[in-house]
């Protein structure tokens, strides 16, 4: 058997290079934000519900691909169709992730041991799929910090990193309902160290 855990946060808190500390310990990783990419690759079905809502002027010069950038600029400008843009992917993302927690839950092990599976995504407490966890971890970054980080990683404005922060829970609301949290203010040592107790907080579960 598993243990099923979840990873979440805000937007750039550092939950990728947490999930990546946590794959060095051993942990098996199933990342959403790749299975997001991969349910609107050309022709899947939503992809072509989101061509047909949002038309062909969201795809890339190629006619194939959608761009992201530039879906996201209208979504996030308007509350409607971030919800029904989310209310074609997340049931894609959802069912795909169901479908590799039982894959793993389903495994036997020479050893005995379980294994630990953790399900590094955005939205967890979002799309309530909280449930399906065992226990989550919420990585924790300042908001102040996360604008700096958005202006800087994606060339926002500071409006801009603020509207995709409001579209998501607290971070600060997270963390009340969250199993473990990181700290993530502060030097990647002191996010490794967090990293390891929980890891062996987690291992003395099995």
Same mark, same amino acid.
């Given at each position: ?6 990873l979440?946060?805000? $937007?750039?808190?550092? +939950?990728?290079?947490?999930? %990546?500390?946590? @794959?060095?310990?051993?942990?098996? !990783?199933?990342? &959403? ?41 209208i ?6 169709l ?18 590799? $927690?039982?894959?793993? +839950?389903?495994?036997?092990? %020479?050893?005995? @041991?379980?294994?630990?599976?953790? !399900?590094?995504? &955005? ?22 910090e ?6 800087k ?7 801009e ?44 579960q099995?």
């Amino acid at each position: 058997m598993a243990l099923i855990i979840g990873l979440t946060g805000g $937007i750039v808190s550092g +939950k990728t290079t947490v999930a %990546k500390m946590f @794959k060095d310990l051993g942990a098996k !990783i199933i990342d &959403a934000d790749e299975l997001g990419h991969s349910v609107i690759r050309p022709h899947k079905t939503a992809w072509a519900k989101i061509v047909k809502l949002f038309g062909k002027e969201v795809l890339k010069e190629d006619l194939l691909n959608i761009d992201r950038k530039k879906l996201g600029k209208i979504v996030f400008n308007d509350q409607r169709l971030l919800r029904k843009l989310n209310e074609i992917t997340h049931p894609e993302i959802i069912k795909m992730i169901k479908r590799k $927690i039982d894959l793993v +839950k389903n495994s036997t092990y %020479k050893d005995g @041991k379980k294994r630990i599976l953790i !399900i590094d995504a &955005a939205l967890i407490y979002e799309t309530k799929i909280d449930r399906l966890m065992d226990k989550i971890i919420v990585v924790y970054i300042d908001e102040d910090e996360q604008i700096k980080r958005l202006i800087k990683r994606d060339n926002f404005s500071y409006d801009e990193a603020l509207q995709r922060i409001k579209s998501q829970i607290p971070i600060k609301q997270k963390v009340e309902m969250a199993d473990y949290v990181i700290d993530n203010n502060n030097s990647l040592d002191k996010t490794r160290e967090q990293v390891k107790e929980i890891w062996q907080s987690l291992i003395s579960q099995n």
